[in-house]
């Protein structure tokens, strides 16, 4: 009696390592393509987070220009008399060596010493004296600090030190009104005639990521200035 032989062929076996060798690859392209997916959002995460801390630490102390006290006359007793001048040029923009330069109230209480410390009663009197300076009984203390940020080998420093890495380009153009005396902005320029011209300032920033993973990308942030520049 002849027996029938059962099981699987050469061929057949060829064809189940083949499908399953095809199987085996989809799942490997799929957990490949999810990780690339994960990395790619992870940059663009990390440059939209450099760049909301720069910008916005950034325009919160330019809003803070020009706040030198409760009194708009404020007497330079300062220890290099330099007080008057930076009141002055309080917000400036150099292209050429791209720094912007900012002098500004104190935000938040950073800690350390301040450039300047304004003096005042409110009423009569307001003095400017270089650092730290206690007030009076009868007077409020508030601590002006002279900020330079500069665009520099792809980073933004303050101070000289890095505080934003991976930035590919980085611009400052001011809103300008026709006279010291209007409040309107009538035009955009990175060179205004004069500091009391200056009412808002729009800061473009574009950030490039390290791996080559996403495309750059420009953020931008348009900052009212609340105090008038004189």
């Known amino acids: 009696m002849k027996h029938r ?14 499908l399953g060798l095809l199987i085996v690859a989809g799942v ?3 957990f490949i393509s999810a990780k690339n997916t994960y990395l790619s959002q992870n940059a663009s995460a990390v440059m939209q987070e450099d760049a909301r801390f720069i910008l916005t630490k950034m325009a919160q102390e330019i809003r803070m220009v020009g706040m030198f006290g409760c009194l708009e006359n404020v007497d330079d007793a300062s220890a290099k008399g330099d007080f008057k001048a930076a009141k ?3 917000i400036q923009w150099d292209s050429a060596t791209t720094k912007l330069t ?3 109230a104190d935000v938040g209480n950073n800690g350390g010493v301040p ?3 304004v003096l005042s009663d409110c009423k009569a009197a307001a003095t400017a004296t270089s650092g730290a300076a206690t007030p009076s009984s009868t007077q409020i203390a508030f601590p002006i600090r002279q900020l330079v ?3 520099s080998n792809n980073q933004i420093l303050l101070g000289g ?10 611009t400052v153009i001011f809103g300008t009104a026709n006279t010291a005396f209007d409040t309107t902005v009538t035009g955009y320029t ?14 473009t920033l574009e950030m490039t990521d390290s791996t080559g993973r996403v495309k750059n990308q420009t953020f931008s942030v348009l900052t009212a200035l609340r105090n008038r520049l004189y």
């Open 5 to 18: 032989a059962r099981g699987f062929g050469l061929i057949e076996i060829m064809i189940s390592l083949l």
């Open 28 to 30: 490997i392209q799929i």
């Open 88 to 90: 002055i040029t309080s």
């Open 102 to 104: 900012l002098v500004t």
């Open 115 to 117: 450039t300047w410390t």
């Open 149 to 151: 940020y500069q665009f």
């Open 161 to 170: 030190a890095a505080i934003v890495s991976n930035v590919n380009k980085f």
């Open 190 to 203: 990175a060179t205004p005639a004069s500091t009391n011209l200056i009412r808002s300032v729009r800061l």
